[in-house]
């Protein structure tokens, strides 16, 4: 299946490879053979993917739902999960199309490697050139290793972390590591325990992100590794899995309740398209998770001359890492504020408001209809920037980045100034929102109008409120 603008199409190609997988997979033993450079064994490529036949096919290269016969908590909790999601996501299919053209192929696997890693380390999804001159890639999507992206055999296959950046890691594709390598687990099928496994490290190798002309595109893991969670003190401490992987009491397979870990992978993150499983329930943790991690204040400060001054600040709390933190480029957390006049009623100052698409007026050229609009706008996200050091949109453009972002434990605030003459009354009135979405309409946008995103695939980005607050004051 080739990705193109606004498309998924079955090409005649990857059926005749779809068939050749079948035939060669009837006689792979899977029983490993000299390492190779990507941490995979000989032998074991895209030939074994398609294989009906479990009993031969690598451990490594197992659908989610081989898995989920036995571990069915484990496997209900990720089907909802953003992992799950990962290449089923219509903007990083269009940006994926739109990143291969414009760079003639270099991109490569750059993306793909951690939206589908077993893809990308098992080369199942090629770059190459057509006979018309562009640049595509092949990207079945009736694979479950790259249609279902971030799959059991990710991380449980791991055998070994390089480097906590730009999926630096190895596989192992015979044997499956678990937490603890049981007895019990030993007669499923070949387990080790594996020590990265419930480290952060192995979070880190995806969520970690430099592009291939050095720009910071996501941070998380050194951000967590800076923060108080990993102070070294076993009674704070918290790592990844401890937030985004909570433990509770469940079946580890059916018949045998333990102790297990949630894989729900809750983030920041939605999904976009209308029958993605458990997309309202997604929904309510997003919002439970985001209204847990910032503490929102309005105060009276000091008057000037002409102007009552508002101060609005915000403080990233019970989090250990940035807010927001992942592909900050495309995130945006914000402050809207309106002070209204008590004795008129009249809305007399707004910020943080947005224009008739749906943007945030943040004085950049090109992002919103009227971009000087709101000089005030407190917002916080990260800025890319070109070769020319003009501002680009997407990640494979940048050449740097520049993060406007609140670290754990740190307050940011705006001071508003409301003019004297514009309030009537004895008191005002201040109600604050710290506001989240995942991506701003402008981005969409460009997909769309440059045909890698059919127009209305996604309905509106949610926004969300992670915290509100009114305020009334005296101002005589």
């Not at 408001?353 to 749906?358: V, Y």
Request: charged content about 20%; proline content about 5%.
């Amino acid at each position: 299946m080739t990705l193109t603008p606004a498309t998924t199409l079955l090409s005649r190609a990857s059926l005749l490879a779809l068939i050749a997988c079948l035939a060669a997979c009837a006689d792979s033993e899977g029983d490993g053979g000299e390492a190779t450079s990507n941490g995979a064994t000989g032998g074991t490529t895209a030939e074994t993917t398609a294989s009906n036949d479990v009993e031969t096919t690598p451990n490594a290269l197992q659908s989610p739902e081989y898995c989920g016969q036995c571990h069915t908590a484990h496997y209900d909790d990720w089907e909802g999960s953003m992992h799950a999601y990962a290449t089923q996501d219509p903007v990083f299919q269009a940006m994926l199309v739109k990143g291969i053209l414009e760079t003639e192929g270099k991109l490569d696997q750059f993306c793909i490697q951690c939206h589908a890693p077993i893809a990308a380390k098992f080369e199942l999804s090629p770059v190459y050139e057509d006979d018309d001159g562009a640049w595509r890639v092949d990207f079945d999507m009736n694979n479950p290793l790259i249609g279902r992206g971030v799959v059991c055999t990710s991380c449980h296959s791991m055998s070994e972390v390089e480097a906590t950046v730009n999926a630096e890691f190895k596989l192992d594709p015979n044997i499956i590591h678990g937490p603890n390598g049981s007895a019990a687990a030993q007669e499923a099928h070949p387990t080790v325990k594996s020590e990265s496994l419930t480290s952060s490290t192995m979070c880190g190798t995806c969520h970690n992100v430099v592009n291939p002309k050095g720009a910071l595109l996501e941070n998380t893991f050194s951000e967590w590794y800076a923060s108080e969670f990993n102070s070294g003190d076993p009674n704070t401490d918290k790592s990844c899995q401890d937030c985004h992987m909570p433990a509770a009491r469940g079946e580890i397979v059916e018949g045998t309740e333990a102790d297990i870990h949630r894989h729900r992978f809750v983030g920041v993150d939605l999904a976009l398209i209308d029958d993605f499983p458990d997309k309202e329930e997604q929904l309510q943790l997003v919002t439970d998770l985001l209204r847990s991690c910032v503490r929102l204040e309005v105060n009276r400060t000091e008057d000037h001359d002409d102007s009552y001054a508002i101060r609005v600040s915000m403080t990233n709390i019970n989090n250990g890492h940035a807010l927001p933190s992942g592909s900050t480029a495309d995130r945006q957390v914000w402050v809207h504020i309106t002070v209204t006049d008590d004795a008129t009623g009249e809305v007399v100052y707004e910020s943080g408001m947005m224009d008739e698409n749906g943007d945030l007026m943040d004085r950049i050229t090109g992002h919103s209809t009227n971009p000087e609009g709101d000089p005030d706008l407190l917002m916080y996200s990260s800025l890319l920037f070109g070769d020319n050091d003009q501002h680009v949109t997407f990640p494979w453009q940048a050449a740097r980045s520049f993060e406007i972002l609140l670290q754990p434990g740190q307050t940011g605030w705006r001071e508003y100034l409301i003019p004297h003459d514009r309030i009537q009354g004895d008191q005002l009135t201040v109600q604050a929102r710290v506001r989240y979405r995942t991506f701003p309409p402008f981005l969409i946008r460009e997909l769309e109008e440059e045909g890698f995103l059919e127009p209305g695939l996604i309905g509106e980005i949610p926004i969300i409120d992670m915290a509100e607050l009114t305020e009334t004051f005296s101002v005589r």
